[in-house]
């Protein structure tokens, strides 16, 4: 990727981190523009958590370069740009909404007037204006996870780093929190996160980055990864009414096509045209005398690319 | 089910070592400590040695056979010698009141007869009627000693003989004659607790006001421990606030708990018991202060060394005890051993609670805290420092 123009949020080059024999970051590079939506993908293990943490600067990279609008992470006017909004809701449970948008604020240096009207932004932003003085503990994990989110912008960063951010939520507290980082992005702010829900990331990202073993095995739109690695074929699954007795062959041919496992009762291809191809295949197995019990079709998706990356369902 | 309650319970606390060397070693180290404190556990600890200055008045002979009798004595540790030249009974009574001695013992003559005046600190109530009954004893074998010197060869005789016969005395006049001579040998003076209230209720407010400092500021650094564990502190990091900032911060607040805690508990002493606060304002507050501060960074102290709020819970209870056992916040300094006394030194509590002594008891004045004030804000800036340092390794985990 060329990060030359415009200049990148971020930029991050040959980022290595270990702890003592494991190494869990291994050479990672990429960059992130103003505004956009990147969602960080990898098993366990693969080295997330310590590039977010490197990102806030919680952890000193060994080796490599971190810029923030062109600017080195070491200065003290880059570390302002970054917001940091952790998986454990970290809060005061014991203050209110108020007093913890209130301390974060001022923790990252807000004061007087800014500090104010940024507060009474952050209320109406989270929907929880009836609920200011109200405390924290005794919210909803839903609600908590709003207000974990808002303490973590108050300072309008430029970059905003989220390690799973919708974890233990409702469908409706995510789809919530997701309208509210889409309110973000689309004011300018650039927004990293991890999730393990792929779905999430298929539609909530511009952008998906997936890492394994420490290193970047995919970066890109999720068409470009889905082209590049498991292609845009379709997956046809048939399942057939009994078991088959051999494999189904195209034709007479030695390196004719075959279908099937012999003792399954399961077909499964992959075809690039289904209109046209599909009817073909159907007609194909009825005339080697088996009947069709159900035809399934599989678009491509985010899942596919990543088991084919790094062989791994997501939780493992 | 009752029973499955139980299994898991124990299951539970046996998987957690933490607790169970809570549950078990703590009284057995509580209890160790007290034993040595009052048994001579461990073969070490002797009867603590009251330390005393003695002045004769008289230059007899028999007071002089009296001095010798007491630098003798193992229950007392002069602390200048009995033949010191000058000690007069006005430097006698000033080493009591600034503490240096526990009690004054000045030999004098009463209507033509030997007498002694003992100048005490009340707040050791034991060492009065020890030193009284020592001092008794010795101006009796003294004088009796220099009686039988003065007998002819015959008068000798005829009193061995009346003792070999066992001879009593004719009458209960003689008897009370003989105790009322006793009476009047041995006066003793409370020279620090006129006007004043109950002395044990300064000390144990000091002793307890100390131990709840120490137990409030670890409270404190658990409440650190616990951003930790909940990502609180790394948020917390990720901002503009610095590492020092955050534990300056804790350590402020702490302090200023503490010294409203000490406050608060002595304004009750004041009312309720007559400890005199309002007089005596300015050395409580240094002291409440210095010893806020101190508490306050050993509490940061065991937080920053501690990996979780287990950890810490269990290690600092056991230390708090420790040092409040030994340093004087639950059982007097005076009723251990020098040996245990010196341990004592290690602790805050000792040197708070001569602090406090030396404020509400002795009356000294404020410049007379320097040692106390020094080695708490010594100790309060070690604990700061290394606390810092043990931090370090949460900003580049």
Known sequence: MNYARPTPALAIHDLRKSYGDLHALKGVTFGLQRGERLAFLGPNGAGKTTLIRCLAGLTNADHGEIFLAGRPFKSSEARKQIGFVPQEIALYADLTTRQNLEAFGRFHGLRRRALRDRLAWALKWTGLEDRADDLVGAFSGGMQRRVN???????????????????????????????????????????????????????????????????????????????????????????????????????????????????????????????????????????????????????????????????????? | MILTVLQISCRRLLHNRVELLLTFLVPIAFFSVFAIIFGGGLGRGTTPRIKVVAVDEIQSVVSSQVMSALAEQESLRFVRETDADGLKRDEAMELVRSGSATMAIILREDHEQLAAELMADASDQVAAQVVSAVVNRAIMLSEAEYQVSQLTDSEQDENEHQLAVGAVADSDSELFGIEESLQRKVEIIDVMGEGKANPVVSMYASGIAVMFLLFGATGGGGALLEERENQTLDRLLSTQMSMDQLLLGKWFYMSSIGVLQVGVMFVWAQLVFNVDLIGHLDGFLMMTVVTALAASAFGLFLATLCKSRGQLNGLSVILILTMSALGGSMVPRYLMSDELQQYGLWTFNAWALDGYTKVFWRELPVDALAPQLSVLLISGVVFLLAARLLAVRWETD
């Open chain 1, 149 to 316: 989110l808002a303490c973590g912008v108050m300072h309008e960063p430029r970059i905003l780093l989220l390690d799973e951010p919708t974890v233990g939520v409702d469908p409706q507290s995510r789809q919530r929190i997701f309208m509210m980082l889409d309110e973000l992005s689309a004011t300018g702010t650039s927004i990293l996160l991890t999730t393990h829900h792929l779905d999430e990331a298929e539609e909530r990202s511009d952008r998906i980055v997936i890492l394994d073993q420490g290193m970047v095995v995919a970066d890109g739109p999720i068409d470009e990864l889905v082209e590049q690695s498991v292609g845009t074929q379709r997956l046809v699954r048939l399942r057939i009414d009994r078991p088959l007795s051999a494999p189904i062959r195209a034709g007479v041919a030695e390196d004719a096509a075959s279908f099937g496992t012999p003792g399954t009762d399961e077909i499964s291809t992959r075809i690039d045209d289904v209109s046209n191809h599909l009817p073909g295949l159907i007609e194909l197995v009825r005339r080697r005398g088996y009947g069709i019990a159900d035809v399934q079709v599989e678009a491509p998706s985010l899942h596919h690319v990543f088991l084919h990356l790094t062989g791994y369902e997501l939780r493992d």
